[in-house]
Structures are given as C-alpha cells and as structure tokens.
C-alpha cells in the first residue's frame, strides 16, 4: 500500500521496519551499534567457557605416595613403582591410558627403596588413593579448582554437576531478566544481568568448596545469554530486514570466534583459576555505561505506550545517519503505533498456553522445543568433551571455536537463498553424521 506524498508516492508506514528506509537501514549508527557489540559477545564466550578451563582435569594423574617425596624418583620411576595398571574398567572410561588413576600399592615404601626394589610387584595388595593425587601439569600448567579439589575417581562427576548448576542459573535468569526487560526496559535488563555475573564471576574466586563453587556459578548462570542477547536484539532491532541476516551471523560468528579463541591462551597464560574468574568478568563492566552510550529498544518504547521516546530515537539515529526526514512520516508512524496498541489492548489476552491451541502452532512450538534442546545438548556435549583430546587441549579448543566463523559465513551467505528449515536441517544433518564419525 502506497501514500501520496510531495515528492510521489512512497510505501504506506505501518509498522518499525516501514520507517527504518527513512533513517537509515545500515548506516553510521548501525555500524556503532555493531563495534559496541563486540565486548559483550566476549562477555557471552567468556561467562560460558571459563568454567570448562577453571575446572578443567588433566587426564594424567595418579595417587600421591609421600614416602616416594624424599628418595627423589621421575614421574615413571614413581609411576612404575607406586601405581599398579590400569583394570579394564578405567581403561573403558580413561582411554588408553597405561596405569591406574584411582589406585596404589599398599605396602612399605621406605622399606622397598631401602631393599633396592624400583619396580612394582604385581602380587601387592592395592588400595584406593590414600594421600590424594599428583597430576601431569605438561597438559593443564595450572591447578584449576577441580585439581584443587581433587575433583577425580569418585568424584569426577562433580565439574559436571557444577556445570549443570550454571544451566539450572540461566533458566532462573531467563525468567527474572524477561521479566525486568519486559517491564522496565531492555537496557535495564541489560545492566542488571552483568551486574549480577561481573559480582558472582568475582565470587567465584573465593570459593574454596564444592558447594559455595555450586552457588556463585548458579549466581552466573543467571546472567547467561541475557548479558548478550538483550543488546543483540536491540542492535538487529535497529537494522533494515535486508541487512540483518549479515549482520546477525558476521557479528556473532567474528566476535564469539575471537573471544572463544581467545580464552584458553588467557587461561594458559594466567595459569590461576581464582584470577581467570576475575578477568574473565572485566568486560561485564561495559554494561555500566551502555545506557549512555546504546539506544533504548524503540520496539519497548512502543509496546509500552511511549510512542514519543520511540519517535526520539528514530529522529538520533536519521540525524546520525545523516537523513532529512519529513515530518510527515514520524507523524504517520506515530497515528499507526498508537491504533496498533489499542488494537492490543483489546485482544492482549494470550497466555503461554495459546501456543498450543492450534495444532499447527502446536506442533511447530513442540518442534522448536526439541530442536533447540537438542542444539545446547549436542554443543554442549562437545564442548565438555574437548578435555578428553590428548596433551593440547588449549590448541585443540581454540580450533574448535573458530569453525564458529565459517560456520557464519555460510549463514550469511545462503540463508535468505535457502531458508530457516533447510539450512536449520542440512546443519544438523551434518552435525549427525560426524558426530558418529567422531565416536569412531
């Protein structure tokens, strides 16, 4: 539909895309808004993978053998001495590793050093750890809070249980972060969510057990996704329709790829959990001044009635992007916002549950459900893998994280051709296949 106007006909304004044409749809101002993107696409890498490298295991450790401290033997000579090989069942569970992780022989050191005896007899009773463990620093050159904990043997499971806390967080902060961008504005969320993971990441540097490890990643996990997505949705907000599918998957795919290859040489190079905790939550601190440096969602302003603060932004950003904007058209768009909100209070009345009223918007919703479950299962899962691959872990992650780039660079070169199913079904396809092929 088309309005007549001075200079001819133009499209009817009816809706926030409608007007973007006017004021700019990829100008200066988008491209600001994609720089100040970039620390909290490190914010979103770090709060996710720093815990992987502060509780990060070497696969080399054996029990510690005091006896052994004093006679001055190397790491084999201890090993061959002390650790009796490794029984089936660890090897099913370690790889192929040579020797015993989780057990030691049960006699006299003192007494065998004394006799001469520098090779372990097979026909020695075994025992469990007795004196806690020694660990191979030539993969991990640090002690991570699992090393520090002795996070290994029997209780292995507990970085895992750690991290499922973090999980257990974000879903907590998902509802109470919605909860405060839907009411007080997204920049509002913004703030307070990395407020939250800046206090509870420098928290974590003081905990010194499983169970106080457990509450400040908890209190992290909170901020998860929203330190991000809340400033994502803004800057996407801001850019024409034509342009998003680049922008979206460029800055994402550049920003998370440098930050997550990036982090485990900052690990490697501080070598110290409590201030890889710390550091990794500086960039947080950007949030603090973001709302005087990022617009407000034009779209809240909208939706809650405050069509006049939405037609401010829209006249900065014309005005930044260096655009004579005619009256007319914010006036146009104002009568358009304001019937669309009436129309809305009207019929505002859905609830969670009118997803699944109709069984088409049912079964799309219960599709969506199961795929992106199993996108976080699937990454997740190798992501926590990573410390299984031999001696570079460090390399090896790194890497990894940066086939997030190529990964966007298909993205934005093929969705808008392709479409959000075929593209959303090939990747998990391949995903699928060499993921088996990976199992081999």
Request: net charge negative.
């Amino acid at each position: 539909m088309t309005v007549k106007a001075e200079e001819g006909e133009r499209p009817k304004i009816e809706t926030f895309d409608d007007i973007l044409p006017h004021v700019g749809e990829a100008g200066r101002y988008q491209w600001f808004l994609f720089i100040v993107l970039l620390p909290f696409t490190f914010v979103y890498a770090f709060l996710y993978f720093t815990q992987f490298f502060i509780t990060l295991v070497p696969a080399e450790h054996w029990c510690k053998v005091p006896e052994l401290d004093k006679w001055n033997l190397t790491i084999d000579e201890t090993i061959a001495l002390a650790i009796p090989p490794a029984q089936t069942e660890e090897l099913k569970i370690e790889g192929t590793k040579s020797f015993s992780r989780c057990t030691m022989y049960n006699v006299n050191y003192t007494e065998v050093m004394q006799n001469g005896i520098r090779k372990a007899d097979p026909s020695w009773p075994v025992v469990r750890c007795q004196n806690g463990w020694d660990f191979d620093h030539k993969m991990v050159p640090y002690e991570s809070i699992g090393i520090e904990l002795a996070w290994v043997c029997e209780d292995t499971y507990l970085g895992s249980a750690a991290q499922s806390t973090f999980f257990v967080g974000s879903m907590i902060g998902g509802l109470i972060f919605g909860y405060i961008a839907d009411h007080y504005g997204r920049l509002s969320a913004l703030v307070a969510c990395n407020t939250v993971g800046f206090l509870a990441s420098v928290g974590t540097a003081f905990c010194n057990n499983f169970w106080s490890f457990c509450l400040a990643r908890l209190v992290v996990g909170t901020s998860f996704d929203n330190c991000f997505n809340v400033l994502f949705i803004i800057v996407i907000e801001y850019v024409g329709p034509k342009y998003r599918t680049l922008l979206a998957n460029m800055s994402f795919g550049i920003y998370f790829a440098a930050a997550s290859s990036i982090l485990p040489w900052i690990a490697y190079w501080i070598a110290d959990w409590r201030i890889l905790s710390v550091v990794t939550a500086c960039p947080m601190v950007v949030a603090f001044i973001t709302p005087w440096i990022v617009p407000e969602s034009a779209r809240w302003y909208i939706t809650s009635g405050k069509v006049d603060k939405a037609i401010e932004m829209l006249k900065k950003l014309a005005k930044v992007n260096g655009r004579e904007v005619k009256q007319e058209v914010f006036d146009e768009f104002e009568k358009s916002c304001r019937a669309m909100n009436e129309k809305d209070k009207q019929l505002n009345n859905y609830t969670v549950l009118d997803l699944f009223k109709l069984p088409r918007l049912g079964r799309i919703t219960v599709t969506l459900i199961i795929y992106w479950l199993l996108m976080v299962w699937v990454f997740d899962g190798h992501v926590w893998n990573m410390k299984l691959l031999d001696r570079d872990v460090f390399m090896s992650f790194s890497l990894a994280a940066l086939t997030e780039l190529p990964a966007a660079i298909l993205l934005a070169l093929f969705l808008d051709r392709w479409g959000r199913r075929w593209m959303g079904f090939a990747s998990m396809c391949i995903c699928g296949i060499f993921s088996f092929i990976e199992i081999v």
